[in-house]
């Protein structure tokens, strides 16, 4: 039998051990992929955990700059895996000077976070977590329960990507009238909306979502200027990445009662939060916590992705990815440093 190809698994959760196991054991039988799960992120003094490994496999909030692969590199290891589709954690331009092979999964199920994303929407809309909490006390009251009917509000969409258009979707099923904002337009938005500038966008739009990566062009995209730019009233959601809003201006937004009501499923310091239980401690962040003062605002864990489906999409990709790396095939998964 060949060595085993070894992986280390960093911050993995027991639902990534489940969804990784069945799909090395079952589609990748073959490849003798040797995973070993580490619940610990991948940071400068968790890197020596992947000793003799291949590869590392990380998430969202592992470490991944050019201290980190250089010593990964040192220690063998040829390639990152990321088990999902941003990459703003990883400097790519260390690892292409390394000769450290990075790839990603582009695409696991854009359905399933578009589909976070409206929920979130309807759940703060229709306030259906505040009742849910009032009718298990017995109040049935609907004073403060007060929503607005979707069909003909206007929604924008900034990024139309893979989930940006799969939510155009359902907004448009729900009878919304909805408008585009991406500087890479995509031929299948004609049918689904209107492309319009960014600053038309926020004073049309009744609810804005955000659904683009994160980079130096698109860092608090939403900031003081641009919330101040927002139609009145109107719903923020984010379920890309934390850092595309500046938390302080949309605090004081929400303050001044410009911003009607925001939903979160990242944050831009959730790597000190998500993923954890921090149910007994007494958690130190104070924009975080001012946050969570407001009746108008719905926080979720970053779970848009958290469906079966889309885990045994992300499992079988990656595992792809390593088998590509492997054999010495080119990968259109690959990440390089001139990409955008």
Avoid: W
């Avoid at 589709?85 to 390394?98: H, R, S, T």
């Avoid at 492309?195 to 659904?211: F, G, N």
């Amino acid at each position: 039998m060949p060595n085993p190809v070894k992986v280390m698994m960093f911050s993995a959760q027991r639902y990534d051990q489940q969804f990784f196991d069945e799909i090395n054991a079952g589609q990748f039988a073959a490849q003798h992929f040797q995973l070993t799960y580490q619940a610990a992120g991948l940071t400068a003094e968790s890197a020596a955990l992947a000793h003799d490994c291949l590869a590392v496999c990380v998430f969202v909030n592992d470490v991944v700059d050019a201290e980190v692969l250089k010593q990964l590199a040192a220690q063998g290891v040829k390639l990152v895996l990321l088990r999902c589709a941003g990459f703003n954690n990883v400097d790519l331009l260390a690892a292409q000077q390394l000769g450290v092979q990075v790839a990603r999964v582009p695409a696991y199920s854009p359905e399933a976070v578009a589909e976070h994303a409206v929920a979130l929407i309807m759940t703060l809309n229709r306030h259906t977590h505040r009742a849910y909490n009032r009718v298990r006390e017995g109040n049935f009251m609907l004073d403060g329960l007060l929503g607005y009917t979707m069909h003909g509000k206007t929604v924008g969409i900034v990024g139309t990507g893979k989930i940006g258009l799969a939510t155009a979707r359902i907004l448009r099923g729900f009878g919304c009238h909805v408008l585009g904002h991406d500087p890479y337009p995509a031929d299948a938005f004609a049918e689904l909306g209107d492309y319009v500038a960014l600053d038309q966008l926020l004073a049309q739009a009744d609810i804005v979502s955000l659904h683009c990566p994160l980079s130096s062009q698109t860092h608090y995209l939403i900031d003081h200027a641009r919330v101040r730019k927002m139609k009145p009233g109107a719903m923020l959601v984010n379920t890309s990445r934390g850092a595309l809003i500046d938390t302080a201006a949309v605090i004081a937004a929400l303050k001044s009662h410009h911003l009607g009501a925001l939903a979160i499923d990242v944050y831009e310091q959730e790597s000190e939060l998500f993923f954890n239980d921090h149910s007994s401690e007494i958690i130190g962040d104070d924009l975080f916590q001012r946050l969570m003062t407001f009746p108008n605002v719905l926080v979720t864990g970053h779970q848009g992705f958290f469906t079966a489906e889309a885990l045994r999409e992300i499992a079988s990709v990656t595992l792809g990815n390593l088998q590509s790396c492997v054999a010495g095939q080119a990968n259109p998964n690959e990440v390089v440093a001139h990409q955008p």
